[in-house]
């Protein structure tokens, strides 16, 4: 039971996240190019979130100490959040011209 909540839980925070990010990253690219442009940010930001921040925090983790790692990972949501914040709002533009 335990570990039906912890999945529940943990999907939900998925979708929270990545819910929006779907619906949300197509409208930054045109018409012409929208697909490609989604595909290859949400990708790029898999491989590089999914791939070297992992080797990045365990580098640090061993020069450093454990909690090292924590922090790094604290300043990537800062900047995660900073970018999201500084894109842009697509309500009131055309999107064949962007």
Request: aromatic share 10%.
């Amino acid at each position: 039971m335990l570990i039906a909540v912890a999945l529940s839980g943990a999907l939900l925070c998925m979708g929270i996240i990545y819910g929006p990010a779907g619906a949300y990253m197509p409208e930054l690219f045109g018409t012409n190019m929208r697909y490609s442009g989604a595909g290859f940010s949400y990708n790029l930001g898999g491989v590089l979130g999914g791939a070297a921040a992992p080797l990045i925090v365990t580098a640090l983790a061993e020069a450093y100490s454990p909690s090292v790692g924590g922090w790094f990972m604290s300043a990537m949501a800062l900047v995660s959040l900073a970018c999201v914040l500084a894109l842009p709002e697509t309500a009131e533009r055309d999107l064949d011209t962007v």
